[in-house]
């Protein structure tokens, strides 16, 4: 029997590989983006993020079967808030929208983080912005930064703050029958990391994390998505509030007592 998801960020990379697996396995796909997709949303604005919500419901009134929140931003990407705006409060405000549709049929909903949520090196105070729902304030911080610190600061800081919401609120959602968890993937080839290697305020830092993977090169995208169709499935049914790490072993092997 099909099943109905939902996704954002679904025309390229990890997103479109996904996508091209749960249709070819005869899943419906409903795909937020800003190109190449069933509903045009800018997530880096509240009026694209509810029109994304709104389209969503529109379009899957029944319910949906799972919610995949992996729109995201490179740390090259100007101006640096806007990677804050999409890469945090567009996956919070998505999902807070969709958890009543994805309750429905007692379903499963990813947040794409990063590896790099684990970095020590940057600011808390950004972060605990992010997670207070303190947009204005955490985006006037990043647009104060030198383009290296602002870039790294959005970039780990947003998928960091997305982890720890995962973890916060996963036990609410729990209770309510949606499996909330977050994938942590590490270097994947992707356009992306293609265009952060390419920039020359952090070509010199992501070659050094790409040539450093203890499984050896950089992932590709199916490598992600297959982690991803685990955790919307039933295989995965007891999971719940868990950040999986998807990356050669890069994590264990920089922090290997934390996890």
Known sequence: MSKTYAM???ATGIGASLKEKLQQRGDRVIVVD??????????SQPEGRREAVLGIHARAPDGLDGFVACAGLG?????????????????VSTIEGVRELVGIKRGSIVAVSSNSAHMDDVDAGHIN??????????????DKQGDYEAGANAYCGSKRAVALW?????????????RLN???PGMV?????????????FRDAMTRNANTIPLGGMG????????????????????????????????????????
């Open 34 to 43: 800003i190109v190449d997709a069933e509903i045009i949303a800018d997530l």
């Open 220 to 259: 590709d995208p199916d490598m992600i998505s297959d982690a991803i169709l685990f955790m919307l499935d039933d295989a995965s049914r007891f999971m719940a509030g868990s950040v999986l790490f998807v990356d050669g072993a890069q994590d264990a092997e920089t922090y290997p007592d934390t996890f």
């Open 75 to 91: 740390p090259h990407i100007e101006p640096k808030s806007t990677i804050d705006r999409v890469n945090y409060f567009g996956v």
């Open 8 to 10: 954002t960020g679904g």
């Open 182 to 184: 977050a994938i942590a």
């Open 166 to 178: 995962v973890r916060r609120n996963a036990p609410d959602y729990a209770r309510a029958g949606v």
């Open 129 to 142: 912005a992010l997670l207070a729902g303190d947009e204005a304030g955490a985006c006037e911080w990043i």
């Open 189 to 201: 080839d992707t356009a992306l990391n293609r265009g952060a290697i390419a920039d020359e305020v």
